[in-house]
């Protein structure tokens, strides 16, 4: 990532909650995002901190998304990917969902800033906020996996808000063209070390 000097790189990030009482928690889940983000980049990756100011992903609020399911969405996304209104180094095959349950999450009404801690402690996947990433042009009419397979793929996944950016280099850089081979290395990662513990922020 650093020595491919991308000009931007984010994801696009739909919110589709707009009841009473939302539009401060989006805010809280855009001030936990970004802080997320530079306490990955600064402390979780090597020689990564030059990468805060040129990541940045596109927060959609718009109402007329309120409570919009996965089909409504990725036709929105198709739209914006069709007309160009995906910024340049934006990701394309893939974008996130923050939904009531994310901004009612504890971590977002408390302000709980993450901060990696040594290998033993609690797994990531099981044990913080997480988001569902959603493939775009997932077919519906393929043959869903296994029951049991680690991987449980049916055109989304959720996975850990501090690996959501571990994700984006997958998707940019390592060039997984599938999205089993995206997860298990996500999840098998490097920073499978350092884990989803926060503290208090106040």
Known sequence: MYDAKLPQWGFIIFRTAYGEGTDAKWQGFRFTYDMTMTTVLCKCWRRAASL?????????????????????????????RVQNQIPD?????????????????????????????????????????????????????????????????????????????????????????DWETRYKATRKGLAELLVAIYFIFD
């Not at 996965?70 to 739209?79: E, H, S, Y």
């Not at 901060?115 to 402690?121: E, L, Q």
């Not at 099981?126 to 077919?139: E, F, G, I, W, Y």
Request: glycine letters at 2%; proline letters at 8%.
């Open 52 to 80: 805060c100011p040129t990541h940045r992903s596109v927060f959609i609020s718009d109402s007329s998304l309120d409570k919009a399911d996965v089909d409504i969405l990725r036709r929105q996304f198709k739209i914006m």
């Open 89 to 177: 180094r934006i990701a394309t095959d893939c974008f996130l969902i923050v939904d009531e349950a994310v901004l009612n999450h504890r971590v977002i009404s408390s302000k709980i800033i993450y901060t990696p801690k040594a290998p033993g402690d609690l797994d990531p996947w099981q044990s913080t906020l997480s988001l569902r990433a959603v493939d775009p042009d997932h077919d519906a009419s393929a043959p869903a996996p296994s029951e049991g397979d680690l991987f449980e793929y049916e055109g989304e996944i959720t996975i850990p808000l501090p690996r959501v950016f571990d994700w984006l280099y997958y998707c940019f850089l390592v060039k997984s063209e």
